[in-house]
Structures are given as structure tokens and as C-alpha cells.
């Protein structure tokens, strides 16, 4: 194989792939590599070109004779750094021995694994603090409460509370688990929106009227049918109502208005839209983006405060996705929030 094949070869790869010469020299390229790295490759000493030591090494193993090697190479656009994994091989070229690289991009393998490793730091965090607060509990009761009735009963139910978060927690997280694992399926049930959402309203009247709210509920007659999976809808306005109550104002009004798009830009077809509107504090727009982040909270204090697991609106996302919906966020810090489901009508 002589320069000219291994230069068909390397065209027709999709990965950035080069070799180098018998005289350390990169003399084959193709167009993703050169993107990649420069007009320098073409017949420059790879040790200019490439400039890190595991690279570097990496491809003098190969010409030392050694098997082939692998090494990560990173490398920067603007503020974006990719990181490769090189794999360097023998290739003989022209009756001479030359070094094969090719390389894979593995930026989001690192990220997810990144993700995996602070999701599970996360999750621990937050089920030790309440195991904590349990374990010191039960030797107070053991030792100096002993005898102490009154203690007995404000630790019991202290004890209540925390048993109750981390059980909140491990139903949040299998509920976040299974929505995560069904969500390239697509659902299949017809439903009413109205009366799913009037259910949703009537189950919630407890904790609102503890807040002395109330909930209005607008345009949620005669809607068309919708498909979806009407347990997993059920969770997405509890979610968003539960917030409205919890972070809203009290004694103020939770709007719910449906209203059905003929044609939503985005999805591009009809659609209903349920906008859950609260008249409280509202959320600085530097959040936003955020906000569907698992365990993402403004106030963690407020948000434990009130009961919360910092995974409601990450479940609201992942719903909202498998129906191939949108989930939009607005608010103006004072006025309130307004968090808008768009879901795709049946049938488009
Ligand atoms: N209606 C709202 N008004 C103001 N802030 C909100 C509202 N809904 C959610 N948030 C903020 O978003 C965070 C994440 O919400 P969520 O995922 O439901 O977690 P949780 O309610 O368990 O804290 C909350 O902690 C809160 O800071
Ligand atoms: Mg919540």
C-alpha cells in the first residue's frame, strides 16, 4: 500500500486520521484531521503538530516496535474542549513502517460518566442527612429522652418527618428511574386533558387551601383528545401545581389555562398548551436554564423546608419528552411564574 491508497482509505473515514511516516512526519492526513489540526500536518514532525506527551508517546511505542497504543488528546475550540481517544497502530506504507492514528471523539462518554458519578454523590448527600438526623435520634431516645415523654414525642415525630423525606426521595428517584427508562416509548392512551386536570386540582385542595390559595382552572372544556400515558400526565401537573402552592404567594390565585393551538411553530403540528401560573416571588431568569437539573434548587433550604426533593421538575421534563411535548419556563422576578406544557394533539 503506497501513500495514495492510504490516502483513499483515510478519506473515506469519518473520524480525523493521519499517518505517520517512517521519517516522523505526518505526510497522509484527511479533511477532519486538518480541521482538527491544522495545515501543519501536511509533512510536519508529528511531535510539532501533536505537543502532548501521551499522544507523543502513544506513537513512539508503535515505532519502537511496540503493539498498538492508545492515548487521550484534547483539544480546544473557543471555550469547548473535545477529548480523544487516539489509537496509534503499525501500518506499513510504501515498504516502510509507518504509524497509523486515528481519533474517537469520547467527550460525552466522559460527560455521562461524569453525570453518573455526581448523580450517585447527589443522591447519597441527600439520603444521608435525613439517616444522620435518625441515627443521632434514636440514641437520645435510647439515653438521656429515656424517660422523658414529651421529648419522646417531639423526637418521634421529628423522626417522622425525616423517615417521610427519605421515602419521598426513593419514590422520586424510581419514579425519575422508570420515566428514564420509558421514554423512547412512545405512549399510547387517549385521554381528556380537562378532566385529568380537574382531578389533578381536586387531589391538591388540601395542601392549596393550607396555603390559602386556591386554583382556577380555565379553557378545560370540550378539548379534543390527546394521547399520553395519563398516570405520568397526572405526575407532571401535580409536580407543577405542588410548586405553584409551594412557591407561590399565599393567599393568592394558581391559574391553569388550556388552550388548543392549531399549530405549535415548534412541534409543528396542533397542540394543547397548559400554562400553570403562580402570582409569587417568580425566579431569576439565571435559573432557568437550570432549573430541570436533578437536586437543582434555588433555596435548598426552602425547598427542604417545604418537603421538597429538588426532582420534580426533572421528572416533568422527561415526561413532557416522551410525549414529545415542551416544557417552557417564564417569569418575571416579583410578579410570578409561569410554567407552560405543550403537548402534540392526537391524531397529527
Ligand atoms: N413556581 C415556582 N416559583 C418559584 N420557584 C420555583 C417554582 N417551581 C420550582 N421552583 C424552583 O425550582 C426548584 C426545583 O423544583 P423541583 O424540581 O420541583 O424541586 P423541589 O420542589 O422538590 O425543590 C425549586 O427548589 C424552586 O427553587
Ligand atoms: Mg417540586
Not at 418527618?161 to 425519575?176: G, T
Not at 401535580?238 to 389555562?257: F, Q, S, W
Request: glycine share 10%.
Amino acid at each position: 500500500m503506497d501513500n495514495n491508497d492510504i490516502q483513499i482509505v483515510l478519506d473515506a473515514l469519518q473520524l480525523p486520521a493521519f499517518l505517520v511516516d517512517h521519517e516522523e512526519r505526518i505526510t497522509v492526513s484527511n479533511a477532519p484531521a486538518r480541521r482538527l489540526l491544522g495545515g501543519a500536518l501536511r509533512g510536519g514532525h508529528y511531535a510539532a503538530v501533536l505537543r502532548q506527551p501521551q499522544i507523543l508517546e502513544a506513537i513512539e511505542t508503535v515505532i519502537a516496535g511496540g503493539g498498538p497504543a492508545r492515548a487521550s488528546f484534547a483539544t480546544s475550540s473557543g471555550a469547548r474542549e473535545t477529548i480523544w481517544m487516539a489509537s496509534a497502530a503499525a501500518l506499513s506504507a510504501g515498504g516502510r513502517q509507518g504509524v497509523l492514528v486515528s481519533l474517537e471523539d469520547t467527550t460525552e462518554m466522559l460527560e455521562a460518566g461524569q453525570m453518573r458519578r455526581d448523580f450517585v454523590a447527589n443522591v447519597s448527600h441527600e439520603l444521608r442527612t435525613p439517616l444522620t438526623a435518625l441515627i443521632g435520634f434514636i440514641d437520645t431516645l435510647r439515653g438521656a429522652a429515656r424517660d422523658d415523654a414529651a421529648a419522646r414525642d417531639r423526637f418521634l415525630s421529628i423522626m417522622e418527618r425525616e423517615a417521610n423525606r427519605m421515602n419521598r426521595l426513593v419514590k422520586d428517584l424510581l419514579s425519575l428511574s422508570r420515566v428514564e427508562s420509558e421514554e423512547r416509548m412512545r405512549p399510547t392512551g387517549r385521554l381528556d386533558m380537562g378532566e385529568l386536570l380537574r382531578s389533578v386540582i381536586q387531589s391538591l385542595t388540601p395542601l392549596v387551601g393550607d396555603h390559602g390559595q386556591r386554583i382556577e382552572l380555565t379553557g378545560a372544556d370540550d378539548l379534543p383528545a390527546i394521547s399520553g400515558d395519563g398516570d405520568q400526565l397526572r405526575q407532571v401537573f401535580t409536580n407543577l401545581i405542588e410548586n405553584a402552592a409551594k412557591y407561590g404567594a399565599r393567599d393568592e390565585t394558581v391559574t391553569v389555562a388550556v388552550q388548543v393551538l392549531a399549530r405549535d411553530p415548534s412541534l409543528r403540528c396542533a397542540a394543547l398548551q397548559i400554562d400553570v401560573v403562580d402570582r409569587g416571588e417568580g425566579i431569576d431568569p439565571i435559573h432557568l436554564p437550570r432549573l430541570t437539573e436533578r437536586f437543582y434548587r434555588i433555596d435548598d433550604h426552602r425547598s427542604r423546608e417545604k418537603g421538597g426533593t429538588g426532582l420534580g421538575l426533572a421528572i416533568v421534563k422527561h415526561i413532557v419528552n416522551r410525549h414529545r411535548g415542551r416544557l417552557r419556563i417564564s417569569s418575571t422576578p416579583g410578579e410570578g411564574s409561569r410554567f407552560s406544557v405543550l403537548l402534540p394533539l392526537a391524531g397529527d
